[in-house]
């Protein structure tokens, strides 16, 4: 029992020496936005994964439900309607709200792939995720 007890110390010793080595968790705020009134009562959050291939646009488009995420690989072309277009880069964020009409989600590179994870704030695993707008 003795020798338990003693392990035990030494591990919590070792555990507590560890943690105090790291500084403070850093948190730096990249992106805030007010959900619409047009979006479903938030019950699910789907993700996905989704790769562009070189110059690849989405074409115009809104979302049923307001859709979050962020840049992983390459970089986009992206114009919310009535917005300027803006580059977002790998680690850039961007919110697109429900119903709101996107004139741009393309991928600025005509020779490298580009990748966004992407959620979707929405009610159930019915709603559609994306509708396409053509060229309205």
Same mark, same amino acid.
């Given at each position: 029992?003795?020798?338990?007890?003693?392990?035990?110390?030494?591990?919590?010793?070792?555990?507590?020496?560890?943690?105090?080595?790291?500084?403070?968790?850093?948190?730096?705020?990249?992106?805030?936005?007010?959900?619409?009134?047009?979006?479903?009562? /938030?019950?699910? =959050?789907?993700?996905? +994964?989704?790769? !562009?291939? #070189?110059?690849?646009?989405?074409?115009?488009? @809104? $979302?049923?439900?307001?859709? /979050?995420?962020? =840049?992983?690989?390459? +970089?986009?072309? !992206?114009? #919310?309607?009535?917005?300027?277009?803006?580059? @977002? $880069?790998?680690?850039?964020?961007?919110?697109?709200?429900?119903?709101?009409?996107?004139?741009?989600?393309?991928?600025?590179?005509?020779?490298?792939?580009?990748?966004?994870?992407?959620?979707?704030?929405?009610?159930?695993?019915?709603?559609?995720?994306?509708?396409?707008?053509?060229?309205?």
């Amino acid at each position: 029992m003795k020798a338990f007890s003693t392990t035990l110390l030494l591990a919590a010793s070792a555990v507590s020496a560890h943690a105090a080595t790291f500084p403070p968790l850093e948190r730096k705020s990249v992106l805030e936005a007010t959900l619409p009134a047009a979006n479903p009562p /938030v019950r699910l =959050v789907r993700g996905a +994964s989704i790769r !562009f291939a #070189p110059g690849q646009p989405t074409g115009v488009h @809104l $979302h049923p439900a307001s859709t /979050v995420g962020v =840049v992983t690989e390459g +970089s986009f072309v !992206f114009q #919310p309607d009535g917005e300027p277009s803006r580059i @977002l $880069h790998t680690g850039d964020s961007f919110f697109e709200p429900a119903g709101h009409r996107i004139t741009h989600f393309d991928n600025a590179s005509s020779t490298e792939s580009a990748a966004i994870t992407v959620f979707y704030l929405t009610d159930t695993a019915d709603r559609p995720l994306i509708k396409a707008l053509g060229g309205q």
